[in-house]
């Protein structure tokens, strides 16, 4: 295996049933008006049907082969890379719940969809980042047959 490719999004069932009962909470004053209401009450339908719709789409993927670490969060942002000579340490680490998205931590950023393990890394420069990750052991197992890839 010459890369590790992962591609996380967000699944959770309870995120949904929230989700939707906020659609539904915010369509219910037209379905009390009979759909007489202002014009203005679609607003609220409207932004609630876009964060279900950025929910759907928001994905986290990461890529790494021989130039680097690749991540982007779609679709925010492109992909971003980091290159092998640049890393300090990278390891698998597990953390207590930060949160879903993109945080920034006290130790640094975080990329996560699910979950409470990631991928750190630390940079010749002492910046953190950590990608969540789904995969654990297979992403150990591929950096264990290339620890060569970082140079200290």
């Known amino acids: 295996m010459t890369t590790f490719t992962e591609t996380q999004r967000f699944r959770q069932w309870w995120l949904w049933l929230l989700l939707t009962a ?18 203005s009450a679609w607003i609220g339908i409207g932004i609630s049907l876009f964060i279900m719709l950025l929910f759907y789409v928001w994905r986290l993927d990461t890529r790494l082969d021989s130039n680097g670490i690749h991540y982007r969060v779609f679709p925010i942002f492109s992909w971003r890379t980091i290159s092998w000579n640049n890393i300090q340490t990278v390891s698998i680490t597990q953390y207590g719940f930060v949160g879903y998205g993109i945080r920034l931590g006290f130790d640094g950023w975080v990329y996560n969809i699910a979950g409470n393990k990631g991928l ?3 940079y010749k420069n002492k910046r953190k980042i950590t990608i969540g990750t789904q995969r654990p052991d297979e992403l150990q197992a591929f950096l264990d047959a290339r620890l060569s890839l970082i140079t200290t």
Not at 22 to 39: D, H, M, R, Y
Request: overall charge positive; hydrophobic content about 50%.
């Open 22 to 39: 906020v659609v539904i909470v915010t369509a219910s004053p037209l379905w009390v008006a009979n759909g007489q209401s202002k014009p």
């Open 120 to 122: 750190r890394i630390e």
